[in-house]
């Protein structure tokens, strides 16, 4: 695999080193809820106006994307009878909109307390996450030959933009087929430095078309820090800045056991 000269060479293990996974979340964390706590965001809730309806939890699931009615539905599945169970059917007749139509008060409350009190709820948004958002970037990443920060990359493209490759998209596909042709990737004989600055500059390219969307900074001063100081392994030390606000991690922690 090439990399960037300076350090930072990945491990081999990427992002499913639970260390590495922790610290992706962290960053990712501080561009969705300005917190490096992301264990703090699963009783999160609001509507920010971005057409989208309610955004809500670990990676900010949307009432109208249909993530988040993904969510609850696994969670009805694990937990019948629960408190968010009664409002599936007003979530599913909102996706697609930015409706509160049958939601409301009574279930951003009932969101928050399910957060609270229920591991299983916090257990169905981490499964949602990895299966809509983690685990699709990583592997795709590791199919392109790329480490940690190249997955990293990936994974945070498909939270912020979805998987969508269709013409005219501005999701993670759409974005990945402009980078490939401007760059070779890793897995193509590439250099991984290169590719990756090819991505994040599909990757603005997309935050500026998108109406809700136009401040760069959790690529240009935070991603594409990582690339410029050749960190593929996404090693700390680790200094970025998001929406104005500083950020660092200085250790990889192994979380612990739930």
Known sequence: MCTACGGGADDGRGLHDPAAKDIALRIVSSAENSSLDWRAQYRYIEDI?????????????????????????????????????????????????????GLGPRFTDAWARAAVADPVFRAAQDAERDRLYFTPAVRQGE??????????????????????????????????????????????????????????????????????????????????VFVREGNMGLEPPLRWRVYGDDYRVDERKTPPAR
């Open 49 to 101: 106006g971005d057409g989208r309806g309610y955004t809500a939890g670990l990676v900010g699931f949307c009432s109208g994307t249909g993530d988040l009615l993904a969510v609850v539905e696994r969670y009805t599945e694990e937990r019948p009878g629960n408190v968010l169970a009664p409002y599936l059917p007003a979530l599913r007749a909102v996706v697609g909109s930015d409706s509160h139509e």
């Open 143 to 224: 199919r392109d030959g790329l480490g940690a920060l190249g997955q990293f990359v990936y994974f945070d493209a498909y939270v912020m933009h979805g998987a969508d490759g269709s013409k005219g998209s501005v999701g993670f596909r759409a974005m990945r087929e402009k980078a490939l042709r401007e760059a070779e990737p890793p897995s193509q004989g590439g250099d991984e430095a290169a590719y990756l600055n090819a991505f994040l500059d599909a990757r603005v390219e997309a935050i500026r078309q998108e109406p809700s969307h136009s401040d760069t900074s959790r690529v240009e001063t935070a991603q594409r």
